[in-house]
């Protein structure tokens, strides 16, 4: 079937610096990906690519194709409002706004135009039950998203962008900056949500790459050196 996402020929300069090298990966839908590789081989900077989060860094140059379903999302036509909708992000340190979850939320529904209180709520209570925080927040819709311990915030944080309804959700590191018990429970979530969402998750530790995800790219010095099934990267020679 096709990619939901896929590159080519992807090439991303810093200045005179060349930190991606013809990259062509293609995910599928429904699939969790993970990106590994050492520190500083690339793999943050390709994730921004995937919904042109680092093309308004000065002294920035991308060249070559990222394709959304059919798009190209570097194209002019692009509206970047519409595409990180379709392809949000979820960050390694917890970033809920300083107000209310309830608010957290909605926040993108409320710019998308969306007034009808009771579709709000449905959808507040539908993306906290997703990215299973409802039980400790509801009771707390009100309180500031800031006094939940991180584990906490991390999970609105997936629930904020899951209120949008996206197709895909990219993720950098989302849990090391968390406790194991958080880290489990976000593992847990993330392999529930695959039945919905295509995700592309960046991360370090290879043994989470390995417990959830389908697909693994291992990236060297800005370059893809390994794409396959999960299964077979990892297993012993
Ligand atoms: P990873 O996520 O694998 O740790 P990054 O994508 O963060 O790697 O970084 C890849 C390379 O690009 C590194 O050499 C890093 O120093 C460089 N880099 C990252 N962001 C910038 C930036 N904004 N300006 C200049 N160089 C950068
Ligand atoms: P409903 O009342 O609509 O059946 P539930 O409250 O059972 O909804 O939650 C829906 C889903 O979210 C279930 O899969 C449930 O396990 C999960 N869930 C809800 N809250 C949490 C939580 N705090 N921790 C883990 N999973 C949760």
Redesign the pocket.
Known sequence: TAPIISTNNLDLYYGDFQALHQIKLAFQENEISALIGPSGCGKSTFLRCLNRMNDMIDGVTITGAVNFRDQDIYSPQTNLVDLRKEIGMVFQQPNPFPFSVYDNITYGLRIAGVKDKQKLDEIVERS???A?????VKDHLYDNALSFSGGQQQRICIARVLAVSPSVILMDEPTSALDPISSA?IEN?LL?LKKDYTIIIVTHNLQQASRISDRTAFFMEGRVVEYDDTTKMFVNP
Not at 132 to 136: F, I, L, Q, R, S
């Open positions: 906290l039950k997703q299973a925080v409802w039980d400790e429970n979530t529930e």
